[in-house]
């Protein structure tokens, strides 16, 4: 039995989902984008030592909408992702377009 190549994760991309550009792909990266915002989020409250209703408290909106955040279930206005980083955190938040 031949065995079967090994796949890299960008082909399996391309398999799976389409080649950049594609609709589905565009779908998956666009998810995968929040996906890591939520993750960095929740990475920054968890070492800053907070609850969900805490940071909350400290932004001025609701835990659920705290968790819909981390979860990746909600859309961020920028001036959300500067309250959380700068005022509830007191980092300083910089975005790099490639």
Do not use: P
Not at 69 to 74: F, Y
Request: aromatic share 8%.
């Amino acid at each position: 039995m031949a065995k079967k190549k090994q796949l890299t994760f960008e082909e399996l991309l391309d398999r799976e989902l389409g080649l950049e550009g594609s609709e589905n792909r565009n779908a998956f990266e666009t998810k995968a984008k929040f996906f890591a915002l939520s993750e960095m989020i929740k990475t920054a409250r968890i070492d800053a030592g907070m609850t969900q209703q805490q940071l909350a408290d400290k932004i001025g909106t609701q835990k659920s909408y705290i968790s819909k955040i981390e979860n990746g279930n909600c859309d961020l206005r920028y001036s959300t992702l500067l309250r959380i980083f700068e005022d509830a955190f007191g980092k300083t938040l910089s975005i790099i377009a490639e």
